[in-house]
């Protein structure tokens, strides 16, 4: 198949370890970069050809860059070529449609994959262009804006009219992929047909991190490890406070800008002065942010990794780490629910609940044997469940449902 990724701000291209990359751990790097360098990298080893458009967000960005084989990245000119927050794209999302309407009017793909709603709209919007073969749409939110305002409430930076949007979207996409169970509900709530929606999981490079190499026990202390985006509903802050009650452990923080440049960012200065209030402040640690292969190494030298968002669509970190054989304490939310299995993998707790957090922790760090089957069972799980050779597949097998459905009502 020939498929067209539209990842309008989140680009593959930050998720490898090349200067073209803008890095891992910022305000809009995270999870999205990586689903798409791996999921669009998967389907061209699978045979298929890809080509990913992603704004144009730096001048001296090439028209297009190969990802892997199969694969391009085409960086689209909508806006000013400069990094713009993801939230103030609306108003640039009508010049991207308009682009991937001129390139596809002339070759247009097999199946649009839209990546977050604003790639939904510009995707939507090329698709449907008269007087050109109507292209079928598959959307994957990523995240959802009801969800975001129902935990952030008047700190939501997103549009006034995301909600509205979305659906919109939902209904027009020929089939919507949700990345996890709870997802659904949501869609349903937001008049998404149910026979629209397909779940596909989010999968993990089971070659970059596996439990190969194993580091834990090494240390005078205990470490827990989060690697996470430095932002409020990630809840670091709830594993910061949780540590007070934790004083054989330590916390390393990997994410948010460069070491040298942690010092100025805001939401580091926040969580080192919780760290100083909790009296915690010595055993804390901010590592900066990390290229994707220093990732694994990381997480293994965790007695346990630690991941404790207020609401979670999905959450790649706890399956990497699940990957490299390490137990996770993960906040019972979103995708969570669905990859740490609750006393197996791992342990749920409540998001926003320090006490719980710490409770959990220590039950598991008193019990070395339990948390040697967990690492030992998260390993497993990861491997038969969420290799990016089944992602891939499973989401090939979307687009040609979505395409026989167009073809349908054509």
Request: hydrophobic residues 45%; charged residues 25%; proline residues 7%.
């Amino acid at each position: 198949m020939k498929i067209a990724m539209i990842s309008e701000h989140a680009s593959p291209l930050a998720a490898v370890d090349r200067p073209a990359g803008k890095g891992l751990g910022g305000a809009d790097g995270g999870g999205q970069n990586v689903f798409v360098a791996e999921l669009a990298a998967e389907l061209g080893r699978q045979g298929h050809y890809v080509t990913v458009y992603t704004r144009r967000d730096s001048p001296v960005l090439r028209e297009r860059v190969r990802l892997a084989p199969g694969v391009t990245v085409e960086h689209v000119p909508a806006g000013p070529a400069e990094h713009i927050p993801k939230d103030d794209l609306l108003p640039w999302m009508h010049d991207f449609g308009r682009h991937l309407e001129r390139r596809w009017a002339a070759d247009p793909p097999d199946v649009a994959h839209a990546h977050f709603w604003m790639s939904g709209l510009a995707a939507i919007q090329a698709a449907q262009a008269p007087g050109s073969r109507r292209v079928p749409v598959v959307q994957t939110y990523h995240a959802l804006g009801a969800v975001k305002r129902r935990h952030q409430g008047g700190k939501d930076t997103s549009p006034a009219s995301r909600n509205r949007l979305e659906r919109s979207i939902g209904r027009a996409a020929d089939a919507v992929i949700a990345t996890c169970a709870d997802e659904t509900a949501e869609l349903a709530a937001m008049g998404v047909p149910r026979d629209r929606v397909r779940v596909v999981p989010c999968g993990v490079d089971l070659d970059l991190f596996t439990p190969d190499g194993r580091t834990a026990g090494s240390r005078d202390r205990h470490r827990l490890v989060v690697v996470s985006r430095l932002v409020e509903r990630k809840g670091v802050d709830t594993a910061i406070r949780a540590l007070a009650h934790l004083p054989d452990a330590e916390l390393a923080v990997a994410g948010g800008p460069h070491r040298g440049d942690l010092d100025g960012e805001p939401e580091v200065r926040r969580l080192r002065a919780v760290a100083r209030d909790a009296g915690v402040a010595g055993r804390v640690e901010f590592l900066g942010r990390l290229g994707r292969t220093e990732v694994p190494a990381l997480l293994k030298s965790a007695t346990l990794a630690v991941t404790l968002p207020w609401y979670e669509p999905f959450g790649m970190v706890p399956l990497e780490a699940m990957a490299c054989g390490v137990p996770v304490v993960a906040s019972a939310v979103g995708g969570h629910l669905d990859t740490v299995v609750d006393g197996v993998t791992g342990v749920h707790v409540p998001p926003r609940d320090p006490g719980a957090a710490a409770r959990a922790i220590r039950a598991l760090l008193d019990a070395p044997a339990k948390r040697a089957a967990m690492g030992s069972a998260a390993s497993d799980r990861a491997r038969d469940h969420y290799s990016w050779a089944r992602v891939a597949a499973d989401t090939a097998g979307v687009y040609r449902h979505a395409a026989a459905l167009s073809e349908v009502a054509a």
